[in-house]
Every structure is written in C-alpha cells, then in structure tokens.
C-alpha cells in the first residue's frame, strides 16, 4: 500500500498539473514527448532534463568550453586583417637650438603625416588567413564535443546516482531478510530445533549485511556531491526509472553502419583532420621565406619650420635666417621585398613544419582507430546489455522462487539455514545487477550516438520519457519485473549541424 502522502500528493498533481522548466531544446520537442511519456514525473522529483537544463547554466567545464569558443573565432579576423590596409598617422614638433660664435638661434618645427600600405602578395598572411578558418571550424567542432559530453556526464552522473539508491534499498531488504533469518535462527536454538551454528551463520550474514547497507550509503553520497558539482547545487529527490520500462535498442541495428559514421564524423576525427589541414597550411606558409612580398605604399606629410628667437646681432639679419615657411609632399608606389638570405631558419622551419605535418597524420589515423573501437565497444555494450537485462530478470525469478524454496525447507527440516543465507545473497547480487545492467545499458546508447557524433539533447528527452517519480522505486527493483524486449530506438541520423555550431567540413 503507497503511503497516504504519496496519494495526496498525486490527487493534488491531478487537480494542478505540475510546472517544469525545460531547456529550449526541450520545449520544441514538447509536442513529440507527449505522446511518449505515458507516466509523467510530478513536482516532488527532479527529472533529468531539468537538471540537464541546469547544467548547461551552471557546469564550469561548458562554460570554460564556451568563453574558449568565443575566443578561439577571433582567429579568423585577426588573420584577415593582414590583408586589409594599414594606415598610420602620425604627427610630431621638435625644438632645435643653434649656436655659433656670438649667433644663437631657436628653430621649432612641427609637422604631420598619413601612410597607407596595401598588401598585394603576402603568401604567409594568405596562409594564416586560410589557418584562421580552420581555427573556427576547430573551435566549432570543439565547444559542440564539450556540448556533447555535457551531455554524457549529466547522464552519467544522473544514473549513477539511482544506482546508488537502488543498491543502498536493496542493501536494506538484504539485510531486513537477514535479519528476519536471525531471528529464527535464533528463537529455534532457544526451543532446541537447532544448533548454534545456525544462529552465528545468520549473525555474520547479518553483520556483513550492515556493512554493505554502510558501503552503500557511502556511495551515495559521493555520487550525489560528484553530481551536484556540476549542476551546481546538491541534488535532492530524482525520477526514477519506471519498472518494466522499454530500453531502446540501437538503429541500425547494425555495427558497421554506426562504426563508418564514426570514422568520419566523430569530433575527435574532425579535429584531427582540421589540426592536419593547419599543419599543411604552416608548411606552405614556411615556404615564403623564398617568396618575395609586394606592397602598395602612399604617403603624405606636412611640416612647417619657423625661426622663434630675434638674430642677436643684425649682422645676421638676413631673410635666409628667418626659418623656411611650411612644405607638403606626397608619394605613391609599389614596394618589393625579396628574401635572399636569412641564415638557414627557412630550411629549418620547413623541417620542423614538415614533422609536424607527420605527426598530425599519425594522430588522425589513432583518432579514427579510437573512435571505430569505442563505437564497437558501445554498440556491443548496447546489445549485449539488452540480453543481459533479458538473462537478469529470469534469473531474479529463478532467485526469488529459490529463497521461498529454501525458506519452506528450512521450515520442515530439509534445509539448514545457511541455505537460506546463500539463497538471499544470490538474490540481492541478482537484483543488484540487474538494476546496473539497465543503467549501463542507457549509459552505452549514448555513448554510441556520441562516437558518431549524433548525440543531441534530444536523446536526454527520449530517456526522460522512460522516468517516472516513485518513492518505492528500489523496492520496485526487489519485486517482479515486466519483460523489457528490445524497442526501435533512436535512429542513427545523418552528420548535421548542432544547435548553435555550424559543423565544420570534413576535409581529406
């Protein structure tokens, strides 16, 4: 029987539908979830889109994430303005005193002037110019990684921490169990139906019962501080996974598919084979060490010179010593610069662009291997999650039916009690794992969608769907489950753009 609270608190939810802020993401998909979420989550329990739409307000690592993105696009424009006029103005007086014999004179000259440069063939600007693109698409692909492991990590953290419910409920069955067992043990060595030993059997499963519900406990409340790390604020009560939900399944069903789209289009694929392009791009910038740059020059000056100070004698008053009156000039031309000698870093610079253009490919073909493996290895983490889920829940029922047979023959005689221990701890281990296949079995889809690059903040909402509030949702887990066969998932969809982040190219 749910306790009353409980139900006033769902007639109250139906009188007044319960307020949750989403994300932006999450309300344009409002209409498509309605029909998927069948049980809703009331306002007592935090969901995970609302603590995902935290997170992306709160995490310091996506904030890091985006202040560099921010920073990095200004690459693009600081390298264009190599390209684009230089003008400089400047303006300047001087006083210059003059002495000779019994002459001495003050002259103050004052003047200004106005350059303008126009490259015309800087090959090395051309160049930076082109690695000032790729920096954009580099810092693009990157914030849209951080964007994607945000999502991870607040999923990741999300489903640890219902694990960690999940085992610390069923620690306290256990040991409930446990402790029931004791107290027969016990009360039947006081009317002599058994030994002591039965009793100091159940005394240490008990105790080793305690420990774990401690351990369990522990766990708990680490997970809970790693979690509200990045959400900022500790979390309080979370929606559960609904009992006998469907865990989706991956589509295509088939690993090869997922293994060439994140060959491609996994982001640390894309950053590899931008930081490749940039490499060769440095290299070709070395090589105008031996080009010549051209230049458009136009200048113009003004200057004026005037004589301060009265001649001190009047023999020396001739107009000439009277100061020049105020010049203008103005020129124009092409300006040429030929490197021809500059001690060898040219060759040296080629050298070291062209290792490092070695190394970048290297790294790119360990990016693509990584990035095959990982998908493989979430894939099969993803099906072979679904069976084992499948093999969990049997064999939850063959425990449980175990622990009643186990128990009747303790009764009548024909099983002794470590027996019965035996059969509850298989059955706390079985549950315990079962919990943790599904959870891990989530965890993998995602991941598998984020080795190809495809996981968006619309797969938290399909999950979502699949939660639901309930206060007795670790005692669910000790009790019989529905079958969870394996359901049309979330499809592989093809490489696009993000919201907010324009993809970059791939480039070969």
Do not use: C
């Amino acid at each position: 029987m749910r306790p009353s609270r409980l139900a006033a608190r769902e007639r109250a939810a139906k009188r007044a539908p319960a307020r949750r802020t989403v994300s932006a993401s999450a309300l344009v998909m409002a209409t498509t979830l309605a029909a998927l979420m069948v049980h809703t989550t009331p306002a007592g329990a935090t969901d995970l889109l609302q603590l995902y739409s935290e997170a992306q307000n709160r995490d310091a690592l996506i904030a890091s994430a985006r202040s560099a993105y921010l920073a990095n696009i200004e690459a693009l424009p600081q390298a264009r303005a190599a390209l684009l006029p230089q003008v400089t103005a400047r303006w300047g007086a001087v006083n210059t005193h003059y002495g000779s014999g019994n002459v001495s004179n003050t002259f103050v000259s004052s003047g200004y002037g106005l350059t303008l440069t126009q490259p015309i063939f800087h090959w090395d600007s051309w160049q930076s110019y082109q690695q000032g693109k790729l920096t954009v698409a580099s810092a693009e692909a990157s914030f849209a990684q951080a964007e994607q492991d945000l999502i991870l990590r607040v999923a990741t953290a999300y489903f640890d921490v219902l694990a960690a419910q999940d085992d610390l409920a069923l620690a306290g069955t256990h040991k409930q169990a446990i402790a029931e067992q004791l107290a027969s043990a016990k009360r039947n060595f006081e009317v002599g139906n058994a030994t002591i030993v039965d009793a100091n059997e159940a005394q240490a499963s008990f105790d080793q019962a305690t420990a774990q519900e401690i351990a369990a406990q522990n766990t708990l409340d680490v997970r809970r501080a790693a979690f509200a790390r990045i959400v900022g604020h500790p979390v309080g009560s979370l929606a559960t996974l609904r009992a006998g939900a469907t865990l989706p399944s991956p589509q295509p069903n088939n690993v090869a598919d997922w293994v060439a789209q994140a060959e491609q289009a996994n982001y640390a694929v894309q950053l590899q084979t931008l930081t490749l392009e940039t490499a060769r791009r440095e290299t070709s910038k070395a090589k105008s060490g031996y080009m010549p740059s051209v230049d458009l020059v136009a200048a113009g000056a003004h200057s004026n010179v005037g004589n301060a100070n009265s001649l001190l004698t009047s023999s020396m008053s001739s107009p000439s010593s009277q100061g020049s009156g105020p010049s203008s000039a103005g020129q124009i031309g092409i300006q040429i610069s030929i490197p021809i000698f500059s001690g060898g870093a040219v060759q040296s610079k080629m050298r070291q662009t062209l290792a490092l253009e070695d190394k970048a490919m290297t790294d790119l073909d360990d990016a693509r291997r990584l990035a095959v493996f990982n998908a493989r290895q979430s894939y099969l983490g993803v099906s072979s999650g679904l069976a084992q889920v499948k093999a969990l829940e049997a064999a939850e029922q063959s425990a449980q039916s175990s622990v009643a047979s186990n128990k009747l023959g303790y009764q009548v005689g024909i099983r002794i009690n470590a027996d019965v221990l035996n059969a509850e701890d298989k059955l706390f281990t079985t549950r315990r794992d079962l919990a943790k296949a599904r959870y891990s079995t989530l965890l993998s889809s995602l991941q598998l969608k984020a080795s190809a690059a495809t996981l968006v903040d619309t797969d938290l909402q399909l999950l979502n769907a699949l939660l639901t509030e309930n206060p007795e949702a670790s005692a669910a887990m000790a009790g019989a489950r529905e079958a969870t066969p394996a359901s049309a998932g979330a499809g592989l969809p093809a490489r696009g753009v993000r919201p907010g982040i324009t993809a970059p190219p791939m480039r070969r």
